[in-house]
């Protein structure tokens, strides 16, 4: 048995010894000291920095300094940004505009024209000030043109004010101002209907469309988000509708239901979607409840002669949502991806209503979720690279597979950092070696 050992030493160190000098095109990867120490570490500097909600602009200068807003959009004009404005009233009449959800002020029956007094002689819901504004006038300036479609996707997708009139804005005669207004519009000037505001309030969209969670990377096994590295949910569309979808807007929310917490979270694109939109392709993450970044966005809308918007029968991976690493002391606990409404209408719809020649649809498409992840702290064992149960030859030959030669990551990366040196490297293996057949010592405790 000696003889073996000895034997298997030597392999190994002649394959270092092969290895060693080409360590510079190896890995390096470095692993996230303890998860307490690196928060005490970005609270102390945001401290410092004087920015309480870690959005990256200073309390001084943040319009809300209590709820992560980079974009710092304030719809009134009026300093306050637009998660803690309890009232975004771009009138200045003391009521509120529609579908800002952190208004607490009454709604405001004519937006966009002050009538503190709010009244309405035939009682239809639309203030005296509005009557006379024209089906599209989003803007308010009296005619209807492309300029609308703009202040459209202003309010939709970029915090901008509602349009003047709620009558006025919606040009679809269904009740809310959606991603179905803009397109209906565009859809009016390229020989579709005409915009019709005085159609039925109840349009409850048909079933069509479906979007899922495709996998998430990163996770220790199948079903478990481990403590020491991102994960990130991949999303899948998939248009089974007969007619392009030209118009989308879905949101959705990470959340734990135990209280676990994140330092951020990113949306990105995995296919290049702008090749069916033509005007508004938006993506894009926020806060709401205050603790950060919690919500993400995908927003699309417009066309380009063929295919008209996203075809049918497409279905594709289109986005990534990415949060963590999550802090150890959450291991037990558990975090959820699911849908949630997309601000500021308040809608999970995709339309189809792309061009005079397709119907004039909305849809809800199906979503497979919630899904929950339970959260573990992963490390067992440091040195048991494989996560075998025990610490061996196995382990030495995934580590230098991993380093050198392309290999899978560890399942478990505090395992693989041998020496508790806070990184893998060629370090880990040293150690590792000398455990293993020079009586060196044991890899510390995770």
Same mark, same amino acid.
């Given at each position: ?7 298997i030493?030597?392999?190994m160190?002649m ?5 060693l000098p ?10 996230p ?8 570490a970005a609270?102390q500097?945001a401290?410092q920095?004087?920015?309480s909600d870690g ?21 009134d004009?009026d ?11 771009q009138?200045g009449d003391?009521f ?19 009538n ?6 035939d ?17 308010g ?14 309010f ?12 006025a804005?919606?040009?679809?005669g269904?009740?809310?101002?959606n991603?179905?207004d803009?397109?209906?519009?565009y ?5 579709g ?17 479906v979007?899922s ?7 220790l096994?199948p ?8 994960i990130?949910f991949?999303?899948r ?5 007969? !007619? $392009?979808?030209? &118009? #989308?807007?879905? =949101? @959705?929310?990470?959340?734990?239901? /135990?209280?676990a917490t ?25 806060g709401?409840t ?5 919500t ?8 380009? !002669? $063929?295919?008209? &918007? #996203?075809p049918? =029968? @497409?279905?594709?991976?289109?986005? /990534? ?5 999550i ?13 949630c409404?997309?601000?500021p209408g ?12 397709f ?16 959260i ?6 440091r040195g048991?690279v ?13 580590l ?7 290999g899978?990551?560890?399942p478990?990366l505090?395992e693989?950092d041998?020496d ?27």
């Amino acid at each position: 048995m000696q003889e073996t050992h000895r034997a298997i030493f030597t392999i190994m160190l002649m394959a270092l010894a092969l290895l060693l000098p080409t360590a510079a095109s190896g890995r390096i990867i470095h692993v996230p000291a303890e998860a307490a120490t690196i928060q005490a570490a970005a609270d102390q500097y945001a401290s410092q920095r004087g920015d309480s909600d870690g959005d990256g602009i200073e309390d001084s200068l943040d319009n809300c300094p209590d709820y992560w807003n980079p974009e710092q959009y304030d719809a009134d004009g009026d300093g306050i940004g637009n998660p803690c404005d309890e009232c975004t009233d771009q009138d200045g009449d003391g009521f509120g505009d529609p579908g800002f959800p952190s208004n607490t002020c009454p709604e405001d029956n004519c937006p966009g024209f002050t009538n503190p007094g709010q009244t309405d002689s035939d009682g239809d819901g639309i203030g005296d000030s509005c009557e006379h504004v024209m089906c599209g006038d989003a803007n308010g300036n009296d005619y209807i043109g492309l300029d609308d479609i703009v202040f459209y996707s202003d309010f939709l997708w970029s915090g901008g004010p509602c349009p003047v009139c709620s009558y006025a804005g919606n040009v679809d005669g269904c009740e809310g101002i959606n991603v179905y207004d803009p397109v209906y519009m565009y859809s009016h000037f390229v020989g579709g209907p005409f915009v019709n505001c005085d159609g039925p309030s109840d349009c409850p969209p048909l079933t069509g469309g479906v979007i899922s969670l495709d996998h998430v990377e990163g996770l220790l096994d199948p079903d478990t988000i481990p403590t020491d590295r991102e994960i990130t949910f991949h999303i899948r569309l998939l248009n089974n509708l007969t !007619s $392009p979808v030209c &118009g #989308l807007t879905n =949101g @959705f929310r990470v959340y734990s239901p /135990t209280g676990a917490t994140w330092s951020g979270m990113t949306v990105a694109k995995v296919i290049a979607l702008d090749d069916y939109f033509l005007w508004v392709e938006s993506c894009r993450t926020f806060g709401v409840t205050g603790s950060g970044s919690d919500t993400a966005t995908l927003g699309y809308m417009g066309w380009v !002669s $063929p295919p008209y &918007g #996203l075809p049918a =029968g @497409f279905d594709s991976v289109t986005h /990534t949502i990415t949060i963590g690493p999550i802090d150890k002391m959450y291991s037990g606990g558990e975090i959820c991806l699911d849908s949630c409404w997309y601000p500021p209408g308040g809608d999970w719809i995709w339309t189809t209503i792309c061009n005079h020649e397709f119907d004039y649809t909305k849809y809800a498409p199906s979503w497979d979720g919630p899904h929950c992840f339970p959260i573990l702290y992963c490390c067992d064992i440091r040195g048991d690279v494989d996560r075998s149960g025990a610490i061996d030859v196995g382990d030495l030959t995934y580590l230098v597979a991993y380093l050198f030669q392309g290999g899978p990551p560890p399942p478990c990366l505090e395992e693989a950092d041998v020496d508790g040196s806070s990184s893998i490297d060629v370090g880990d293996l040293t150690y590792l070696v000398a455990y293993l057949f020079q009586g060196g010592p044991a890899p510390p405790p995770c």
